[in-house]
Structures are given as C-alpha cells and as structure tokens.
T-cell receptor, first 113, second 114 residues
C-alpha cells in the first residue's frame, strides 16, 4: 500500500470547522482513500472513504484533490467529542479478500473549548 | 458499541503464564484481525483470518498464537511473553467480500506483562 503523510497534531476551537490534510503523492489509480479515527481509550472507528469524487456522510466530508495526491477530511463543526487521532490510509481496490489496513501515526486533533 | 467485543479489557500476566484473549463479533463478517498498539507507535497488523483461514502473519513471534474456530470468534493465545509485549491488543472484523468495506474494531485488551 502507498504511504500517506499527515501532520502530527492540530488544534481547533470548538464549534469551528476543521480541515485535516493528508498527502499521498504515490497513490495509484486503484487506491481508495480511507479515514479512521481513534478516540482516547477506544479502538479505531471508520469515518469515511472515497476514490475520486468528494464524499459526504453524517460524520464528515472528504475532499479529494483533482490529481488525487492529497485529500482533506473536513469536520464541519468540531466538538469536544471529536478530539482523537485521525488516520488517513490508502487501500488498493485490486486487493481482494480481507480489508488489511496499515495505520501510520495519524494526526492528533485537540479541540479547545 | 461497535459489535466487536473483546475480553478481558485488562490483563496482567507474568512471563511464565499462559493466557488467551478473546474476540467475538455478531456482525456477520467473515474476516477478522488482530492488531497491536504499543505506546507511541502506530497500530501494527498482526494476523488476518479470512473465512477462518489465516491469510496474513505479519512476522509475529511464535509466543503469540491465533485461533479462529469460526467466523464469529477469534482468539489470541499468549505464552512466555516479554515485558515489551505489553500493549493494547485490538481485534477488528469486516466483510471479506466486497472491496473497501469498513473495519469495525473492539475496544481492545490492555495487556501488561510483568
């Protein structure tokens, strides 16, 4: 799986939007972009994923650059419960079978009240 | 509640002990995973089971022995562990068929080896 690069940490004020960047310059045409987050003392949880088009769900939005070499996870209104480590992971579409996920160090998001 | 349950939540064991971690899912998934999360390190994928068959062993020492008796249950048998094996052990499950489906994680077992 191609590698991703994320800032180690970010801060946001409560109730404001947060843009979490991810660089994946070696992404291949068959790589999906996945985002997971890990709240304190919890296992990781799925947030969103996409291939080329921007995606929205109840948790977040995913904006994917036209060349697909970077993406941004957008939390529209940060709450204290969004404080977590956010992981950007590439997953090869052609890799069938089990959904092996390889995690990096992620971005630790701190939400300031 | 993710649908993936791990027991025990906490475990302290001596280096000569034998213990087992248990993971159970009732999501109808057919792939299950063990991950290790040490302090200050990324999650490491240890083992993958796909339809009860082990499909990945990520160079894990033999003192860790997985078992998958059916698609709903996954065990990690531990023996003669070292203090550096102290970590959070996470179980996950997902559909194996259908690409890029999401993985569901349990809350983990916090293991301390003394």
């Amino acid at each position: 799986d191609a590698k991703t690069t994320q800032p180690n940490s970010m801060e946001s004020n409560e109730e404001e939007p947060v843009h979490l960047p991810c660089n994946h310059s070696t992404i291949s045409g068959t790589d999906y972009i996945h985002w997971y987050r890990q709240l304190p003392s919890q296992g990781p949880e799925y947030v969103i994923h996409g291939l080329t088009s921007n995606v929205n769900n109840r948790m977040a939005s995913l904006a994917i650059a036209e060349d697909r070499k970077s993406s941004t996870l957008i939390l529209h209104r940060a709450t204290l419960r969004d404080a977590a480590v956010y992981y950007c992971i590439l997953r090869d579409l052609q890799q069938t079978g089990a959904n092996n996920l390889f995690f990096g160090t992620g971005t630790r998001l701190t939400v300031i009240p | 509640e993710t649908g993936v349950t791990q027991t025990p939540r906490h475990l302290v064991m001596g280096m000569t002990n034998k213990k087992s971690l248990k993971c159970e899912q009732h999501l109808g998934h057919n792939a299950m995973y063990w991950y290790k999360q040490s302090a200050k390190k990324p999650l490491e994928l240890m083992f993958v089971y796909n339809f009860k068959e082990q499909t990945e062993n990520n160079s894990v020492p033999s003192r860790f022995s997985p078992e998958c008796p059916n698609s709903s249950h996954l065990f990690l048998h531990l023996h003669t562990l070292q203090p550096e094996d102290s970590a959070l052990y996470l179980c996950a499950s997902s559909q194996a068929i259908g690409l890029n489906t999401e993985a569901f994680f349990g809350q983990g077992t916090r293991l301390t080896v003394v």
